[in-house]
Structures are given as structure tokens and as C-alpha cells.
């Protein structure tokens, strides 16, 4: 069973920065796809940013330039970097198996962390 554990929320200020972690057990990491999602106070939870097995990524365009994501295989951990952050960024941010890749084929997961709030003050 796969089990994610995300750290490194908090407040800070608009314009500031964080750096999220989200450590996995449990799976062969570096075949993982894995996406980091926020969810605001009544709104639906969104893809922010992910990276697949290979390297690749795609944000949201309303983080490109702000944000990125990036992955240590040895470490099984996957970070999100966030600069010149805004109080629209506030929410609780989640990291996620999207899926994992086998000799080229995608499976897709469903896996969830627990999730860390990140509150952005103005």
C-alpha cells in the first residue's frame, strides 16, 4: 500500500516562498507519476503541477513561472517549489500517484497524502 506524506506548508506572506515535500513508501517511486492539487475553501481541488517518470511536467497556468515541480528518485520524495505567492494560492495542497509506468505501459492510481495548508496573507 502506498502511503504519501506531504510537509513544508504554512503562512507566509504575498510574494513569499515555500517549498512543499511529499515523501513516498510503499511503491517503486521512480516509476510513479505524481501530481501535487490544491483545494480552496469550497471550490473544487485542481491539478497544480506534475511530473512523470521520465522527468516531464505541466502546471497550471495559473502557476507557470511561480512554481516547480521536481523529484528525488534516491530520496522517494517529490517537492513543489512555490515563489512570488499569492493569497489566491492559499488552499490545502495535496500530493497524489497520478499513476505508474511499467515497460510502457500507464496505470493509472488514485493515491492521496493527507494533505498541508498553505495560507498566503496579503
Known amino acids: 500500500q502506498v502511503q504519501l506524506v506531504e510537509s513544508g506548508g504554512g503562512l507566509v506572506q504575498a510574494g513569499g516562498s515555500l517549498r512543499l515535500s511529499c515523501t513516498a513508501s510503499?511503491?517503486?517511486?521512480?516509476?510513479?507519476?505524481m501530481g501535487w492539487y490544491r483545494q480552496a475553501p469550497g471550490k473544487q481541488r485542481d491539478l497544480v503541477a506534475r511530473?512523470?517518470?521520465?522527468?516531464?511536467?505541466d502546471y497550471a497556468d495559473s502557476v507557470k513561472g511561480r512554481f516547480t515541480i521536481s523529484r528525488d528518485n534516491a530520496k522517494n520524495t517529490v517537492y513543489l517549489e512555490m515563489n512570488s505567492l499569492k493569497p489566491e494560492d492559499t488552499a490545502v495542497y495535496y500530493c497524489?500517484?497520478?499513476?505508474?509506468?511499467?515497460?510502457?505501459?500507464?496505470?493509472?492510481?488514485?493515491?492521496w497524502g493527507q494533505g498541508t495548508q498553505v495560507t498566503v496573507s496579503s
Open positions: 497524489k500517484r497520478d499513476a505508474y509506468v511499467r515497460e510502457g505501459v500507464v496505470y493509472a492510481r488514485d493515491d
Open positions: 510503499g511503491s517503486i517511486f521512480r516509476l510513479n507519476v
Open positions: 511530473i512523470t517518470s521520465g522527468g516531464s511536467t
